[in-house]
């Protein structure tokens, strides 16, 4: 395929934080200024990605004198069609982990058999869907998440029972169309990030995937516009016998980019979350206020639904060095509850930047998250700022105070990744709510004085992570990979340690989160 046949499609790539640093000299360049914030990224957004992205995603696709089965294990994918005005893609996408955790000898396996399949037709229409089948066995902090929350880290629900392996499938699929180079509309179940880090105090793609509608619309050469509505699930909430599976809710996300200059960028965000029905089973229907796309409009959130929830906030950048940049967010949420002393807030800090001390391809980050006690949830837990138990914002829920620092670089057909994290929070005591669990209602009263950000069980998290992989496929991410994970959670109650090492096959371009 020439050059110019490959720029006219419109290429969906799917978010995972390793891959999309991967392209940090080409999005953050001081060269242009592109909007950088909301991901997944079609990739013909940008010019300058887009080249970058061809050479990693095509290194070694030269398939003249290869057998099918060397291609799609090397090069290429196992289905490539290019038919004029449309191209078909499909992968097998094994995750085959075996692992050991030291404590008490454990072993953890993983066995997932996974499918992707993406296509366009013409230079404006795309599709994409993967899903997952998977079976497997956890390290001894994950499967206690996994028990209480019912659900496997940001994929879907655990189908098997508390003790022993775990069972669960993970499907995306989205369609969308871009109508000349200012709007493009996409439809289906996926995931959104936004945000320049590594964790999204506004919205994150920690939680599993749900229905979605996203129109982006480019107002010139300095703004552009996302508004985006989804329906999500609520596990906890009050079940009716006219309800066939969980409570649903809407979501409606609005989100404004300004390209000040090539070098700064600011970012307007809310968010309002609404109950489809109320405890009394009353079925609110879609208030059509919610289909407004003007942002910050008074109709967003009518007075009258006092089950509302809304939260507004900022996202930023500046490229203070030719390969460095600053960014941050702060978000206010506007719940009031007897509870809160204080606003409800969260806000990020964080440097990040590629070529370290002169090496190609070595980036770096170094962040600090910190979210006050109650931030993100409700006195109406339905309308909570969580999908199916787990936050859309940071794993860590709120009433933390977190910070991070990633390596990774690439060399060839090697990737190395080294991630160290630590956090504070303070967990809850008995029948007191104090505020991190963004699942429970925030309508409590806890003792004059409180809402300090570790309010609580006191409790301290260190974590570390490497990662070895040798790329076998870059098409679809297929990589021998071995990896060790170092882990502590300690307070005045418990002192959990993990140690654990793993060794896989695997492939996709999705995150897998085991730091929280």
């Given amino acids: 395929m020439t050059t110019k046949e490959t720029n006219a499609q419109l290429i969906y790539q799917p978010y995972s934080y390793q891959f999309y640093q991967k392209l940090n000299k080409a999005e953050y360049t001081i060269n242009t200024n592109a909007h950088t914030a909301v991901k997944p990224y079609f990739i013909s957004d940008s010019s300058a990605v887009r080249r970058l992205y061809d050479s990693i995603v095509m290194a070694g696709a030269d398939n003249s004198h290869k057998s099918w089965l060397h291609r799609i294990v090397f090069s290429g994918h196992a289905v490539d069609v290019k038919n004029g005005g449309y191209t078909l893609n499909a992968d ?28 366009t037709v013409g230079s404006n229409f795309f599709f994409y869907t993967s899903g997952y089948e998977n079976q497997g066995k956890f390290a001894n902090y994950e499967t206690d998440y996994i028990n209480k929350t019912h659900m496997v880290p940001g994929q879907g629900y655990n189908r098997s029972l508390p003790a022993g392996s775990k069972d669960w499938a993970y499907v995306t699929a989205l369609i969308g169309y871009q109508a000349g180079k200012n709007i493009s509309i996409a439809l289906g179940e996926d995931k959104t990030f936004i945000g320049e880090g590594y964790r999204s ?7 599993s995937a749900c229905p979605l509608l996203r129109l982006t619309v480019n107002l010139g050469k300095k ?45 307007f965000f809310n968010a309002v979350i609404s109950e489809e029905a109320n405890d009394e089973g009353k079925l609110r229907g879609f208030d059509m206020n919610y289909i407004n796309p003007v942002y910050f409009s008074p109709a967003l959130g009518p007075a009258s639904q006092a089950a509302d929830h ?6 930023g950048k500046y490229k203070i060095l030719t390969k460095t940049i600053i960014y941050g967010q702060l978000l206010f949420d506007q719940s009031l509850s007897s509870a809160v002393k204080g606003n409800n807030n969260a806000w990020q800090a964080g440097l990040k930047g590629w070529d370290l001390f002169k090496v190609s391809n070595l980036n770096y980050l170094f962040e600090y998250n910190t979210a006050s006690p109650f931030t993100y949830s409700n006195k109406y837990p339905i309308v909570n700022y969580a999908e199916l138990n787990e936050p859309l914002a940071d794993p860590l829920g709120a009433n933390f105070k977190e910070c991070i620092g990633i390596l990774n670089y690439s060399l060839g057909k090697f990737d190395f990744q080294g991630e160290l994290l630590w956090a504070k929070y303070g967990l809850n005591m008995g029948d007191i709510n104090y505020g991190k669990d963004i699942t429970l209602a ?15 069980l006191a409790t301290t998290l260190k974590y570390a992570e490497g990662t070895v992989a ?32 793993t060794v896989g096959l695997r492939s996709s371009f999705r995150d897998l989160y085991h730091d929280f």
């Fill in 92 to 119: 097998y996408l094994p995750d085959l982990v075996l692992g050991k955790q030291l404590e008490g000898g454990r072993t953890i396996w993983l066995n997932t058999r996974g499918y992707q399949v993406s296509g």
């Fill in 201 to 207: 105090m506004l919205l994150s793609d920690y939680a």
């Fill in 223 to 267: 703004f552009r516009y996302m508004a985006m509505w989804t329906y999500m699930e609520d596990q906890n909430a009050v079940q009716f016998n006219s309800f066939s599976n969980n409570r649903r809710k809407w979501g409606v996300f609005h989100y404004i980019d300004w390209s000040i200059t090539n070098r700064a960028s600011l970012g």
């Fill in 310 to 315: 809304t939260l507004i906030g900022f996202n």
């Fill in 442 to 456: 925030n309508d409590v009263n806890i003792a004059p004085g409180y809402s300090v950000t570790g309010q609580g």
């Fill in 470 to 501: 040798y790329i076998l496929n870059p098409k679809y991410n297929l990589r021998m990979e071995i990896g060790v994970l170092v882990r502590q959670e300690s307070n005045a109650l418990s002192n959990t340690k993990t140690i654990l090492f």
